[in-house]
Nanobody
Framework: QVQLVESGGRLVQAGDSLRLSCTTS????????LAWFRQAPGKEREFVAA????????RYAESMRGRFTISGDNAKNTVYLQMNSLIPEDTAVYYC???????????????WGQGTQVTVSS
């Protein structure tokens, strides 16, 4: 049993930076990968980034690479998403997910948080 709780989402202006957090609890020793996905209004949920809990290997969606950085703190059971140079198109609910494989396929992730809203104004 794993629980994921996202935090840090808020209203920001274009060009701002924001860091999201995902705190995990439960049987986290079973986890291999933590990931961030997002879902904008009227759009499908899309992969953002993922990190291997043990090795810190990362995977990024090409559209996020360079602006977004995923990192983890194993001691705190927390994964972060640093978002820089935000644009209105980044407006979405951002979800944390946990699974076994370092992949961008959402079907590979077994555990999901409730999401945190990020709104980027012009």
């Amino acid at each position: 049993q794993v629980q994921l709780v996202e935090s840090g989402g808020r209203l920001v202006q274009a060009g701002d930076s924001l860091r999201l957090s995902c705190t995990t609890s439960g049987r986290t020793f079973r986890l291999y990968t933590l990931a961030w996905f997002r879902q904008a209004p009227g759009k499908e949920r899309e992969f953002v980034a993922a990190i291997s809990w043990s090795s810190s290997s990362t995977r990024y969606a090409e559209s996020m690479r360079g602006r977004f950085t995923i990192s983890g703190d194993n001691a705190k059971n927390t994964v972060y998403l640093q978002m820089n140079s935000l644009i209105p198109e980044d407006t979405a609910v951002y979800y944390c997910a946990a699974g076994d494989f370092l992949t961008g396929e959402q079907t590979s992730y077994k555990y999901w948080g409730q999401g945190t809203q990020v709104t980027v104004s012009s």
